[in-house]
């Protein structure tokens, strides 16, 4: 049992590039979330998923893409890399009772 | 103002202390509370949920203050282990999203 797993674990992408992180769980949860974590500001919401198929924006959703394929699996896209996109990303997927269960994180650095 | 919200501390605190921390949150509807532990470059794990009635697990305590709108950890007998960031989190009635605090730096002293 992984819970929750995330890749890649670290990425540098340049200005305008994009790229794909995956989120993939095996507990069986509906929900799942992405979030950002910066420095001061706690983890910011930027997009979540209810159910397979299903997908809605956070708080800070520009930029940002996702989609929700498969029950097990949450993918956040960056079409055009910014800069201010620097940042860690978690995902997370949530039990019955709210409880959210996170992955070890992705570090992402924009030049 | 913020959903959340947090003294960031830092708490130096003896090994063998107790501790407080509190956490303010500014919607009435809010509904489900939580606690969070991150440690340094780590993902974020629940701590204990937070119910009306206060609940305790081991060495800590939750309380809900719903008439000031607040919510608290008490550690006690503190422990090196402890020392990390401690982050509250609330969800809002029928709502899917969380708001994080943006947490509470421990650390314990030898």
């Known amino acids: 049992n992984a819970g929750v797993t995330q890749t890649p674990k670290f990425r540098v992408l340049k200005t305008g590039q994009s790229m794909t992180l995956l989120c993939a769980q095996d507990?069986?949860?509906?929900?799942m979330y992405w979030y950002r974590q910066d420095p001061g500001m706690g983890l910011r919401l930027i997009h979540y998923?209810?159910?397979?198929?299903?997908?809605a924006k956070g708080e800070v959703p520009d930029g940002y893409n996702v989609s929700r394929l498969k029950k097990q699996n949450f993918l956040l896209g960056l079409e055009s890399a910014a800069p201010s996109q620097t940042s860690v990303y978690f995902c997370?997927?949530?039990?019955?009772?709210?409880?959210?269960?996170f992955g070890p994180g992705t570090r992402l650095t924009v030049t | 103002r913020k959903e959340v919200e947090q003294d960031p501390g830092p708490f130096n605190v003896p090994e063998g202390a107790t501790v407080a921390f509190n956490c303010t949150y500014s919607?009435?509807?809010?509904?489900?509370f939580f606690w969070y532990r991150q440690d340094c470059r780590k993902e974020p794990k629940l701590l204990m949920s937070?119910?009306?009635s206060g609940n305790e697990d081991g060495r800590f305590t939750a309380q809900l203050n719903r008439a000031s709108q607040y919510i608290s950890l008490l550690i006690r007998d503190s422990k090196l282990s402890d020392s990390a960031t401690y982050l509250c989190?609330?969800?809002?009635?029928?709502?899917?999203?969380?708001?994080f605090g943006t947490g509470t730096s421990l650390t314990v002293i030898p």
């Open positions: 997370a997927s949530r039990d019955g009772f709210g409880e959210q269960y």
């Open positions: 507990m069986n949860h509906e929900y």
């Open positions: 998923s209810v159910g397979e198929g299903t997908t």
């Open positions: 919607n009435s509807a809010s509904q489900s």
């Open positions: 937070v119910y009306s």
């Open positions: 989190v609330v969800n809002r009635e029928g709502g899917n999203q969380f708001y």
